[in-house]
């Protein structure tokens, strides 16, 4: 019961598929990487920039929304329900 072997013969590896893709997400992780480093640079504010005008400014009741409507008071809770009978 002795089986005969195939041949020896030498198959050539087909690995070079895919470095098209490879390049392209390279080339958009670089991309990437040079835009948010663009928008950190010219959109970031340290806190601690004399110059940051929220800062510097004090904050009123009136930056809140909708805060001078009621002058302080709490709001009605509108839970969408027929308004109360007056006694």
Not at 26 to 35: E, K, L, P, T
Not at 60 to 70: E, I, K, L, R, S
Request: hydrophobic share 45%; aromatic share 10%.
């Amino acid at each position: 019961m002795h089986q005969e072997m195939p041949p020896a013969k030498h198959i050539p590896a087909n690995n070079n598929s895919g470095w098209g893709v490879a390049a392209l997400i390279v080339g958009i992780a670089i991309a990437f990487n040079v835009w948010s480093t663009w928008v950190h640079v010219t959109e970031f504010r340290d806190p601690q920039d004399p110059l940051w005008s929220y800062k510097t400014q004090p904050a009123t009741m009136y930056d809140v929304p909708g805060a001078a409507a009621h002058d302080g008071a709490a709001p009605a809770a509108d839970h969408g329900g027929a308004p109360a009978a007056a006694h």
